[in-house]
């Protein structure tokens, strides 16, 4: 769950809602890109609308492939490094996690025209590049004592809730029938305070009510909660994009892109339980796993203007990204209990390790992300370098989901309700010296929420030195980013629930090898 899950379940009661969180979740982390491209714009914080002659320019502003002036060749490997570090109910955990990919690969094949040919069109350049734009790879776990409530608590709610709006046991959602199964709540006839049966008002028949054969947490016998929450997994994106140049002047660009979409995340909550609960159970164990894979399009054009030798002017627009999506989800429950006669055990045994069956659930979907516009400056001094920055802007509140019966239109109006538009930030500068490079930059990515209480902003610094020859050249970068996160094991109906604040850190090695032909 992401930083907002309070909030959102908040709107979710407000409106009287029937939502499927995690989506309304999985549309912000699908629409949300980190800086990409190659080592060289890694170092400058990823701005480049205005700048060219490099193999981003064909998922950033393909107006930038008009820049070339000769083929090439280039390969990105990257090294990340993740730390998190968690407080939940004052305890502190901390985990760190590194993983190796190819960020960015591509070639591009240039036409231009010789100085000596005559007219204003210059020629262009062709290029195809599979680009890294999202790692979802981290690990994060938290553990506390929660002497409030419980996961049981919640399951509890969660089914009368359904069986209010008509819902039994055999529809029930995947987490009421996990924690059924598993004897951790009960399905019994409803009986008030005074003994006296609840009964519907229409058959006269007595309600059923979940409840639980366990005691309820106390300040003073808390449950020890432990959460271990891995991701993996990322989104990456082929271009096909041309640029040409005109005049030396005005640079054109369009591009296409083709996205791949690979998600996976794994859920194990513990809980142990108070120690009034020892003589029948010792603790139990919810697993969950969600999967998702897809592919989707997108289309890219820009513009790049030189008004005077030193200074660039960019712009450029990236359509909506329409996916197909598919989500396997499964789910568990491991208890452990201490051979307790339960009286509701359907064959009578005392119980020890009851695990449920693993529940299934195979859904297709659509996701519809937001359009970009980036406009962005740059300033040369004559081949000493230069300094520049892009602004760009993003309505997260136009995420769209869809499914073949339209299940999804409480959800965009979640959607529409929490997220709102953001700017992005990035600056950089590069310094040259004889065929040495410095370079270093700064980006930061907007909140994406309505509510500014919630703080999803992502800081980048950014820095990294280069070497170029006449037909080879290597970049390195480092990459230093962080951003805070909140998850919730839970969340009741009236919006609240125990909540782990997560410090983020993420540190990336990149290293670009380009070889020109």
């Known amino acids: 769950m992401n930083k907002a899950v309070i909030f959102l379940s908040a709107v979710f009661t407000f409106l009287g809602l029937q939502v499927k969180a995690q989506y309304v979740e999985d549309a912000l982390r699908f629409s949300q890109t980190s800086i990409g491209g190659s080592t060289r714009m890694w170092s400058i914080g990823g ?43 004052g305890a502190n955990a901390e985990n760190d996690d590194a993983g190796f990919g190819i960020g960015n690969v591509g070639i591009v094949f240039n036409n231009s025209k010789d100085d000596i040919v005559p007219g204003k069109w210059r020629g262009g350049s062709f290029a195809i590049s599979l680009n890294r734009i999202n790692n979802f790879n981290s690990d994060i776990t938290y553990e506390g004592r929660n002497g409030t409530d419980d996961f049981v608590d919640y399951a509890i709610e969660k089914g ?18 996990a924690f059924f199964n598993a004897y951790l709540i009960d399905l019994v006839p409803w009986f008030d305070d005074n003994g006296v049966p609840v009964t519907d008002n229409a058959t006269g028949d007595t309600l059923d009510i979940y409840k639980t054969q366990l005691n309820p947490v106390s300040p003073n016998d808390p449950a020890i909660q432990r959460e271990r929450i891995t991701r993996n997994g990322g989104q990456t994106q082929w271009n096909f994009a041309y640029g040409g140049n005109f005049d030396d002047k005005v640079y054109l660009g369009a591009s296409i892109g083709f996205v791949t979409l690979d998600y996976e995340e794994k859920r194990v909550y513990t809980e142990t339980r108070p120690a009034a609960d020892d003589a029948i159970i010792d603790d139990y164990t919810y697993n969950e796993t969600r999967q998702l894979t897809g592919a989707g399009i997108n289309a890219n054009l820009g513009i790049i203007y030189r008004p005077i030798n030193e200074l660039t002017f960019g712009l450029s627009y990236s359509s909506p990204t329409i996916y197909s999506l598919n989500e396997r989800f499964s789910n568990n429950i491991v208890a452990n209990w201490n051979n307790y006669l339960h009286p509701y055990s359907q064959d009578g045994r005392p119980l020890n390790q009851e695990v449920t069956d693993v529940l299934i659930n195979d859904y297709d979907f659509r996701l519809k992300t937001p359009q970009r516009v980036n406009g962005g400056a740059t300033y040369f001094f004559g081949k000493n370098g230069f300094i520049t920055g892009d602004v760009e802007w993003v309505d ?4 769209n989901l869809r499914s073949d019966n339209n299940e999804f239109s409480s959800d965009n109006d979640v959607i529409r309700g929490a997220y709102a538009s953001a700017i992005n930030v990035r600056v950089g500068g590069e310094f040259r010296y004889d065929k040495f490079r410095l370079r270093a930059g700064y980006a930061q990515m907007g909140n994406p929420y309505e509510n500014n209480e919630f703080d999803g902003s992502v800081t980048s610094i ?3 030195v280069g070497f170029r020859l006449n037909n080879f050249f290597m970049d390195l970068s480092l990459v230093h980013q962080t951003s805070k996160d909140s998850i919730s094991p839970y969340v009741f109906s009236d919006g609240f629930g125990p909540v782990a604040n997560i410090d983020k850190k993420n540190n990336y090695i990149n290293l670009t090898l380009g070889f020109a032909f």
Request: proline share 3%.
């Open 47 to 89: 701005a480049q609308t205005s700048l060219g002659g490099d193999i981003s320019a064909a998922s950033g502003n393909p107006a930038g492939l008009g820049f070339y002036n000769q083929s090439e060749f280039t390969i990105s490997p990257s090294l990340q490094f993740f730390n998190a570090k968690a407080t939940y109910f």
């Open 160 to 177: 009368n809730n359904e069986l209010d709006n008509g819902i039994g046991i055999n529809n029930a959602s995947s987490i009421t029938q």
């Open 396 to 399: 997260f509140a136009t995420n």
């Open 462 to 464: 950014t820095g990294g």
